[in-house]
């Protein structure tokens, strides 16, 4: 009870955390509870992982919470497809599938904007809402202009006026929105008498109408071939294209007219019924029913001449209807109308005389070889030369007059005697026939005898087409220009041949030949030839291949036409080193504007595109580059001592407009060259001694000479030889090639100095490079006068050293007792002359050897250690430097 009366400091900590775990998300769920809604714009077309939002922050949530936040969608399959969301922060990415706008909303305008709609779930649990998260979708220009058929037909009537406009009613659709859709159309080739506009009704739809700007003519040309474009607002704009096809609708705009206004026929008074007098044509430009001809007499010949001569109306060809028998000369004008609906009829007459009968003219007989109606022959144009036609037998009633018998007409025809039997005639042709140039004659065979009797038979031969004749091109060689990165689709030309043969015979269609790539396409009725692709310099730069033009004949007939196609250049690539980066090796000291090496690099443009110039973006203080050869010199000798490695950026521009470039890393390697000697580090001069121990046993190391050359490799190896000594017996000392260190190989029994001689030499290529160091050795126990050693070394710098030792005398511990002492015999010489002034000198002389000693000793203090020692080499340095102190 004092407990719950009294809580302790504990208790009430706890019950505060107690408190604030359910009053926390009380307050968190009463912020968040209602659900909010944020609105998102992005264009269509994303890449993954695009940036859209970060929903936590902008409902400014306070990320500082615990349990964290975690986010997640709902109907994850449909969402998931085109957003992804980080659970822990709430920022919204796209995912892999991107989106398009007028997938997502095909029939949403620019006003109603397109919008995906998801839920986000707000967790855990205490601070649950849900988030309601609309992406506005922009419209972008993906997509292109499209006509609902790749061919369009319009029909225009050839009497249209000036202009008269016609509307294209299958306009292009572009599922953009805006100025993204269509906003025009144009003609790839109006030939002078088209052009478009546009009219805009009140949805905002694009009408395309076609204007007629100039007169028309079916009879001179009847169909116009050209391509209609349609042009989005885009930047750039956005292309479609189909086939216009204007077809000229005939008019009666023609009335016929006769070949020959006026026809002269010879009959005698005993023809035969059924003889063909004469033939009339008339001809009528128009098509169809407005080309339709008949034939029937003026109201101006009479019943009994109408009775008496048939006119058939439709070939226009007339006949004997009656024979005639009279003893009289008659004449007959015959007015015949050729009539055309709407016209006003053509006019020809037929003037028949008929000549008196005496005793009678001779008769004509035909008999036919070749197809015959009606008097009229027909002939294919292939038959050959001499091909009969017909025999015509003549018939004399008269004995005693002789009959002639002729041909009259123009033509490749002769009308000759056969085998000498008496009034037998052949007609025959006397070379072959030419649809093309000719289709009709019109032939008189003439009977008349001595009398002046004269009888005619009138033949018309008609020459029958055979395709005999190829579809020629106006250009047997295309060679047509196109810049690379072309449109697809992109029009290249119009292939034009020509058939003179008739009907199908003269229908031309096109194909490509076999050797054409599949890319090319040739419309197989009008000859437009097109490429689908667009097409790549680099890839290939000329296209040649065959076109061929077939008639519809029997047998088919062809003819090849040559296209080579040429892809122009556009500075659409980057000049391309050949490596990566570079290096080079080039050895040191290498002469100024030395050849270091070639950068090759190529660009696959042409002309001026693929021209390449190379500089240099760092270090061109001391390098320089060709921009010919691309040849990489150093403007001055190079030294690897003081930089081994040089790193160069090398650009390579191209000449286009704008120009496009690359670069390139070099790496200069200098290759070391021995130019360096050895540099001897220890000892440091030749002045240096070191102390060696009487009792120094033989095999111990007693020194070590210390050098480094700055050269690298072989040429920066080293080796150790001793070359000359002074002081001790040969053998006395070794000394190890390869680390310098000095051993005694002998025990040395004479005190005093020894000096070696030390040669440090590389190993480079192709003269080595040395240097020599003295080394020398004061065997004594302790180095008690270091000036005189000073001294021995000062004076003996300059002496050349011997191969044998120099000193072999003893050496007491002090240097008063040194045997080799410079004054002794100076002094005891005065001693003698001048014993009273011993005393006097000696003093001096102590003073002035002390002052010197002090200083000695100071400089002394600071004594060469190597800079190069084996592994337990430490003691023996102590060693020796207490052996130094002690001198």
Not at 60 to 75: A, G, H, I, Y
Not at 124 to 134: C, E, R, S
């Amino acid at each position: 009870m004092l407990r719950s009366r009294h809580p302790s400091k504990k208790g009430r900590i706890w019950g505060f955390y107690i408190l604030m775990l359910y009053t926390s998300p009380l307050c968190c769920l009463a912020n968040f509870s209602q659900a909010k809604e944020l609105i998102y714009t992005i264009k269509e077309g994303l890449p993954k992982g695009t940036f859209i939002g970060a929903i936590g922050e902008d409902l400014r949530l306070d990320f500082t919470v615990e349990p964290p936040f975690s986010f997640s969608l709902t109907q994850k399959k449909v969402t998931e497809q085109y957003v992804n969301i980080n659970n822990t922060t709430g920022e919204l990415y796209t995912s892999a599938a991107e989106i398009d706008r007028e997938t997502l909303c095909p029939y949403s305008s620019d006003k109603q904007g397109c919008f995906f709609s998801l839920d986000v779930f707000v967790l855990p649990q205490q601070y649950f809402q849900l988030v309601k998260v609309k992406l506005l979708i922009e419209d972008v220009n993906d997509n292109r202009p499209k006509f609902p058929m790749d061919e369009i037909c319009m029909f225009v009537p050839e009497n249209a006026q000036i202009n008269s406009r016609f509307a294209v009613e299958q306009s292009a659709v572009d599922p953009d929105l805006g100025i993204f859709g269509v906003q025009t159309y144009w003609l790839v080739n109006d030939f002078g008498v088209f052009t478009l506009d546009v009219e805009e009704n009140d949805g905002g739809e694009l009408t395309p109408f076609l204007i007629i700007t100039d007169f028309l003519d079916r009879e001179t040309q009847d169909e116009y071939i050209t391509d209609i474009i349609a042009e989005d607002g885009g930047t750039p704009p956005l292309l479609g294209a189909a086939t216009l096809k204007i077809a000229i609708t005939d008019v009666n705009d023609n009335c016929p007219k006769f070949t020959e206004s006026q026809i002269n026929v010879t009959l005698h008074g005993n023809t035969s019924k059924g003889t063909h007098l004469a033939r009339l044509h008339a001809f009528d430009p128009d098509l169809g029913t407005n080309a339709e001809i008949s034939y029937a007499y003026s109201e101006r010949v009479p019943r009994d001449t109408r009775s008496l001569f048939h006119l058939d109306k439709i070939t226009g060809g007339i006949k004997l209807a009656r024979k005639i028998d009279s003893a009289t000369a008659t004449f007959y004008k015959l007015t015949v109308l050729a009539n055309g609906p709407g016209c006003i009829p053509a006019v020809a007459t037929v003037n028949v005389h008929v000549i008196k009968l005496v005793t009678g003219p001779p008769d004509i007989l035909p008999r036919y070889i070749a197809s015959e109606k009606d008097g009229v022959v027909t002939l294919k144009e292939s038959e050959p030369a001499f091909s009969p036609i017909a025999f015509f037998t003549i018939k004399n009633m008269d004995k005693t007059h002789r009959v002639d018998c002729y041909l009259e007409g123009n033509g490749p025809f002769r009308l000759v005697p056969y085998q000498q039997l008496e009034n037998e005639y052949l007609l025959e042709t006397t070379d072959t026939l030419d649809y093309e140039r000719i289709q009709e004659y019109e032939l008189i065979v003439v009977a008349n005898n001595t009398l002046g009797m004269v009888i005619k038979t009138f033949l018309k031969v008609q020459v029958l087409d055979e395709n005999d004749n190829a579809p020629v091109f106006q250009q047997s060689l295309v060679e047509i220009s196109i810049e690379e990165n072309n449109s697809p689709n992109t029009f290249l030309t119009q292939l034009q041949a020509s058939d003179p043969d008739s009907e199908g015979r003269g229908e031309v269609i096109y194909i490509l030949g076999g050797d054409a790539p599949g890319i090319f396409a040739v419309d197989r009725l009008t000859g437009v030839l097109t490429v689908a692709t667009s097409l790549d310099r680099e890839e290939k730069e000329k296209y040649r291949f065959i076109v061929r033009a077939v008639d519809q004949g029997t047998p088919r007939r062809e003819s090849l036409a040559t296209v080579v196609v040429t892809v122009l250049d556009r500075n659409d690539n980057s000049p391309r080193f050949i490596n990566k980066d570079f290096t080079f090796f080039v050895p040191e000291n290498f002469p100024g504007f030395g050849e270091i090496g070639v950068l090759s690099v190529t660009d696959a443009d042409a002309g001026k595109n693929g021209w390449v110039a190379l500089s240099i973006l760092n270090g061109s203080d001391i390098f320089m580059i060709d921009t010919g050869r691309g040849a990489l010199r150093a403007k001055t000798p190079l030294d690897r001592e003081q930089q081994g490695t040089y790193q160069l950026w090398i650009e390579a521009a191209d000449g286009g407009v704008p120009a496009l470039s690359s670069i390139t890393m070099v790496t200069v390697l200098l290759l070391d060259v021995n130019d360096n000697p050895p540099i001897v580090l220890f000892p440091q001069s030749n002045q240096s001694y070191m102390l060696v121990l009487p009792s120094t046993a033989p095999g111990t190391s007693i020194a070590e000479v210390y050098a480094v050359d700055k050269d690298t490799g072989m040429n920066a190896v080293i080796a150790y030889s001793i070359i000359k000594r002074k002081g001790g017996e040969p053998g006395s000392f070794a000394i190890d090639p390869q680390t310098g260190n000095i051993t005694l190989m002998r025990e040395l029994s004479n005190r005093g100095l020894y000096s070696l001689l030390v040669k440090v030499t590389d190993h480079g290529q192709p003269e080595p490079l040395y240097s020599t160091v003295m080394v020398n050795f004061f065997v004594n126990e302790t180095v008690s006068n270091e000036s005189y050693i000073q001294s021995l070394l000062t004076r003996d710098a300059d002496i050349e050293v011997e191969e044998k030792p120099w000193y072999g005398g003893q050496m007491t511990d002090g240097p008063e007792r040194y045997e080799l002492f410079p004054c002794r015999s100076v002094l005891i010489a005065l001693s003698v002359v001048c014993l009273g002034l011993f005393f006097l000198v000696v003093i001096l002389i102590s003073y002035i050897c002390c002052k010197r000693f002090k200083k000695i000793r100071h400089k002394r203090s600071e004594v060469e250690v190597p800079l190069k020692m084996k592994n337990g080499s430490t003691h023996d340095l102590n060693r020796k430097l207490r052996q130094m102190s002690k001198m």
